[in-house]
């Protein structure tokens, strides 16, 4: 056996190592079981193009809601991985994801957010394409191309995709298991955002920028209810939510494949609008309907990047709900831009539409008052992962949290589920999801 | 003539009182500036093809705020729980390009450019926020209020780590 490079008492410098090695030094360093995360992970760059490689060139990606593109000619531009694509209700009635790529000389097809068009013009020599991906014209092209080039083979490069409750995912990876297959039991949890009821896109995404690694967004997401107790401490103080430790009641549940979710409950108060509890029941299963019922929040993370997040809280007298969700978009080792879009039942007033989408401002999005205190968190982590003697001493950080815990049998959704939302153990388990997804061959 | 030079006088030297208070952190003396009826929003700004119509969206808002809300802002950032501004940003807004659309005797609106220049902790890369302001100001018992103020950002994707700064 080869001794590893911590042993040897060498200076471990990615830069220097070949694939095999970085992999190994992995494989060596991060022992999610044992609740060691090492610092480096968080912003090294040969640690981000592998992440590139292995993660977003192979998982299912998050796109798009179906709501944001109801008609035929609608699209919207999206990232994935480090790529644009566009996300077109066709003309031919289905959906399409195509490469944001023009296939003459590369020139980024569309620049718009979103819109609705037949097709689109690339802005270099003109080359025309559907909205279906197929190249449908070529200026001049009998006098340029004689007839050599093949309209038929240079249409976008359609990426393969799949849908559940409304949500459109993509993968660059055409051996990855069906959409359904690595949602898994986490849908059962995605129900509970998506298929409530009718549920609707309140408008374009909005996007910030922070300095932080897009891991810090899904740890915090799968597991961290703790750090609302100080993070979040502002909005106890002034009385928003009951108590401090509020954000312990409920569960922890990893349900596989890096997804897994925190439950808060119960809420003494029914969170959502009263006149659809019709629809509720008849769309969700009675266990569903039981969590609805009693739900304080639900904070869920399908991997890699994925947040979603029902949250309540009493807003002008009212006990009021918000539905959300985001991508922690990674734009380098050290940097998230931040998706958030807000969600709402089709078939509620337009008063709780307000409500609820102000609820979201107010706490959720860029000026939210939750989310401000995290993005500092994140940012200062991120810069302090960084550096020499890390990586010489390989500092971990402590995700040892609910280490001596048991799962409880007797919760009605599926998957592992911790009574008490404090712990770390779905972290461990994200962890662990991702160095198995690094350090594949 | 007099008159609308007085006004642009007195309007403009409200702005920059105001942006006065929020540089120094002076936030109950902010939120007397409001009427009580008021409303503060930043729809989103979008990419689009076209130039003939809005490149931004009331469907998003950034902020979407009133006087109760606002409130709970300033009062969360008195707690000392309030991480995103503990330490606070050192933040310069420059106010500029005053430009009154409409008045009355009591009402005014009016727009002007807003750059945000926003500094934390020691990093010395520059958070900068650059928009265009358009307010409507109501007078009450004599001073000048502030009923509505509509924040159209200059970035479609932000360039700063939150919004826990007025705008
Ligand atoms: S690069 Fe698009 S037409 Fe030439
Ligand atoms: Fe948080």
């Known amino acids: 056996m080869t001794l590893s490079i911590i042993d040897t008492g060498k200076f471990p410098r990615l830069e220097d190592m070949t694939k095999s090695e970085l992999i190994q030094h992995l494989k060596e360093t991060v022992k999610p079981e044992e609740g060691i995360i090492p610092a480096y992970i968080f912003s090294h760059p040969k640690v981000y193009e592998l992440e590139m490689e292995k993660i977003f060139l192979k998982s299912w990606l998050f796109l798009a809601h179906k709501s944001e593109i109801p008609n035929k000619g609608d699209f919207v531009t999206r990232q994935m991985g480090e790529h644009s694509v566009i996300v077109t209700h066709g003309s031919d009635g289905d959906i399409h994801v195509l490469l944001n790529v023009c296939t003459h000389r590369g020139m980024k097809l569309c620049r718009m957010d979103h819109g609705n068009e037949k097709s689109f013009v690339c802005p270099y020599h003109g080359f025309n394409f559907k909205n279906t991906g197929d190249l449908a014209g070529v200026p001049f092209q009998k006098e340029v191309y004689g007839d050599t080039l093949d309209k038929s083979k240079m249409g976008l490069k359609e990426i393969r995709h799949d849908e559940y409750a409304g949500l459109i995912f993509a993968t660059f990876n055409e051996e990855a298991v069906p959409l359904d297959e690595y949602l898994g039991d986490i849908k059962w949890y995605l129900d509970l955002a998506f298929n409530r009821a009718e549920m609707e896109v309140q408008g374009p995404p909005m996007k910030w920028v922070v300095n932080a690694s897009w891991k810090l967004g899904s740890d915090n997401t799968i597991s961290d209810s703790y750090h609302t107790l100080v993070s979040h401490g502002s909005i106890a103080k002034l009385g928003l939510v009951p108590s401090g430790d509020y954000s312990k009641y409920g569960y922890q549940i990893y349900t596989g494949n890096g997804h897994g979710l925190n439950l808060g409950m119960p809420n003494p108060h029914f969170a959502f609008p009263e006149e659809l509890t019709e629809e509720y029941k008849e769309r969700l299963s009675p266990e569903q309907w039981g969590v609805l019922e009693k739900l304080k929040n639900m904070i869920v993370c399908v991997s890699p990047h994925m947040m979603i997040l029902i949250s309540s809280m009493d807003f002008k007298g009212k006990q009021v709900s918000n539905t959300s969700f985001r991508l922690w978009q990674p734009k380098g080792p050290d940097k998230i831009e931040i998706t958030q879009w807000q969600i709402v039942e089709k078939n509620a007033t337009k008063e709780w539409k307000e409500l609820s989408n102000q609820t979201n401002s107010l706490t959720f999005g860029a000026s939210g008052i939750f989310e401000q205190d995290d993005s500092e968190n994140w940012t200062d982590i991120t810069q302090n992962s960084k550096g020499a003697y890390h990586l010489q001493e390989n500092t971990f950080f402590n995700y040892t949290q609910g280490m001596h815990k048991k799962p409880v049998d007797d919760f009605v959704g599926p998957g592992i589920a911790y009574e008490n939302k404090f712990n770390e153990a779905n972290a461990r388990a994200f962890f662990r999801n991702w160095l198995d997804q690094v350090t594949a061959e | ?167």
């Open chain 2, 1 to 167: 003539m007099k008159e609308v030079i007085e006004l642009q006088y007195e309007i403009e030297q409200w702005l920059y009182h105001e942006a006065h208070l929020l540089d120094n952190l002076l936030f109950d003396d902010w939120l007397e500036l409001f009427d009580e009826d008021c409303r503060y929003r930043m729809p989103l700004r979008v990419n689009l093809q076209e130039k003939d119509v809005p490149d931004f969206t009331d469907d998003t808002l950034l902020f979407d705020d009133d006087m109760e809300t606002l409130t709970l802002r300033v009062d969360r950032l008195k707690t000392d729980l309030a991480w995103a501004e503990t330490p606070p940003s050192r933040t310069r807004r420059n106010v500029g390009n005053v430009r009154i659309q409409e008045y009355n005797e009591n009402q005014v609106t009016v727009k002007s450019n807003l750059l945000l220049y926003r500094s934390r902790s020691t990093e010395i890369g520059a958070e900068l926020v650059s928009g265009e302001r358009t307010d409507r100001l109501v007078k009450r018992s004599g001073k000048w209020r502030l009923q509505e103020r509509t924040f159209i950002a200059d970035q479609t994707t932000l360039g700063t780590r939150n919004l826990a700064i007025f705008v």
